[in-house]
């Protein structure tokens, strides 16, 4: 199992980012993916999931409105749009399905 994020950055704080994360060696189309985050010092936080099928998604109370989680099953890709970013979203951002995770992208707002 492979899991590869991409889309990181910095940007100024109100500014948007779009997260990917490709995977591989599994069934994609199968499993609930889900995007965590931790900061620096702070443990590791679920952010947001999504079904197999995409018709469900759930996040945290902290990114309700401002990040959209979706998945391409065609691409075995899954996605995270992060808009109105606040200074507080500074994390790596990691890909995870069952016991398995990504490396990890940073992202930092910040003025």
């Known amino acids: 199992v492979q899991l590869v994020e991409s889309g990181g950055g910095l940007v100024q704080p109100g500014g948007s980012l779009r997260l990917s994360c490709a995977a591989s060696g599994f069934t994609f189309s199968s499993d609930l993916m889900s995007w965590f985050c931790q900061a620096p010092g702070k443990q590791r936080e679920l952010v947001a999931c999504i079904s197999s099928t995409g018709g469900t998604t759930t996040y945290a109370d902290s990114v309700k409105g401002r990040f959209t989680i979706s998945r391409d099953n065609d691409k075995n890709t899954v996605y995270h749009q992060l808009d109105s970013l606040k200074p507080e979203d500074t994390a790596v951002y990691y890909c995870?399905?069952?016991?398995?995770w990504g490396q990890g992208t940073q992202v930092t707002i910040a003025s």
């Open positions: 995870q399905t069952a016991a398995f």
